[in-house]
């Protein structure tokens, strides 16, 4: 996959984790990103110990099932961190 795949598929990945997990989360656009990239990551290494076989092409359904694995996994690991209290009101 290319940079702007990986890209594409952060933001979608970002953005259904955070439907699924609704709350006050970091917000923007870049860290749904992030979160959906890093996500993909890391269900690369679920995918990887459990199936044999991490992240595959981009249309690949088992990627986007992952991807959004992670980005669950790691808005939950945000939330236990923080503690649920997202971000300062000013």
Request: proline share 2%.
């Amino acid at each position: 996959m290319g940079i702007l795949g990986w890209i594409v598929l952060g933001l979608v990945a970002g953005l259904i984790a955070k439907a699924i997990m609704p709350g006050r989360d970091p917000g923007g656009i870049i860290i749904t990103i992030l979160i959906g990239i890093v996500g993909a990551i890391i269900g690369g290494f679920i995918g990887n110990a459990i199936f044999g076989g991490g992240l595959g092409s981009f249309f690949d359904l088992r990627t986007w099932l992952l991807s959004i694995l992670g980005a669950v996994i790691l808005l939950a690991i945000y939330r236990a961190v923080t503690g649920g209290r997202g971000r300062a009101r000013v």
